[in-house]
């Protein structure tokens, strides 16, 4: 009996391996072929060449981005465990609205290929535009993106999608309760490059949903001397990775992120973790804003707020509402307004930018 060769679809259309290659070519080699799209057909063909490996940047967030090598079979593990997590079937409609030559929008690539996905795709924006007649079963974005989707009033178009993973960094409280109200299944991922994107989900919305991640299958978590969160996924190559966050986890071996380790502030002996603080007081500010601590003669460190200035409130009113929220140690010292916040190309903030002595 012949071996029936394994299909691809792409909208809608059933290609083998050798013609999903001449496809890919010719779309790179196409004068009318927008750059953003032929990121997508060069990483198909990087897919299908003959290393055993994927290069890659990490995302920058805390230092330089550094250029890292992923071996493509950890990145079809990551892909499978993904897929069966979420229960999605081959030829199940995928959406690609990430850039593709970063992580994130790799592995959804990784996720349709392995799995025998539908990928469907539209150029990659801050508010991409999602078609208003058709399902999928799956999207990735990153939580700038569902900032800005709820802004525009366009939160409904997110129940196009049965399964939606938000990764990169932290949902606004704000957002999170936006999210929470929808009829379909989002989840927020907890990973990094380094582990080729997720290792742990929570639900955000639902009545299973949940402040705590809950590791994929194979995922050995535990807690270091300092309390930082130490990864070993030996599926994917990972063995005793000990992140920068700190972490607690629970009896049930879920994990809730506290803060990162180099953004803990010690201020009059007390430490303090600014994205707890950050949760706090997310009602009263409009703008996206952190947390830090600077140099302080008398406390060591002072805790400091920095805002994004897009905000419509005064800073007598921000204060007031700060001092309901937080006590007294807890209370930003200084406020400083910036125009626009620098990120990395996945939404962070680089906190680091803003972090000299002010």
Known sequence: MNKVEKQYYLIGQSLDQSSLIELSKSKINSGSVDNWEKE?????????????????NTSG?????????????????????????????????????LPAN?????????????GGL????????????FSQNEQFKLLAVVPSMLADIIKSGKIKDLEHFENILIGGSEISPKDEKELSALNNKIWHTYGMTETITHIALRKVNGADRSDWFTPMKGVKISISKDDALVIDYNNIGVLNLTTNDLAEINKNGDFKILGRKDNVIISGSLKLYPEELEKKIADIIESDFFIYGISDEKL??????????????????????LSQKLSKIELPKEIFWIKQFDR???????????LQDK
Not at 118 to 129: G, M
Not at 303 to 309: G, P
């Open 40 to 56: 997508i057909f060069k990483f198909i063909l990087e897919w299908f060449d003959e290393n055993d490996f994927i290069k890659v």
């Open 61 to 97: 967030s805390t230092g330089k981005p550094k250029a890292i090598s992923l071996k493509k079979k950890h990145m079809a593990e990551s892909a499978h465990a993904t897929l069966n997590f979420l229960g999605i079937k081959e030829e199940d409609k995928a959406l690609l609205c």
């Open 102 to 114: 970063y992580i994130a929008g790799k592995m959804m690539i990784v996720r349709v290929l392995i």
């Open 118 to 129: 539908d990928l469907n795709y539209v150029q990659p924006s801050l508010n991409p535009e």
């Open 300 to 321: 060591g460190q002072k805790v400091v707020l920095f805002i994004e200035d897009r905000d419509v409130k005064t800073e007598k009113v921000i204060i007031t509402g």
């Open 344 to 354: 990395t190309p996945n939404g962070k903030i680089l906190r680091r930018n803003y």
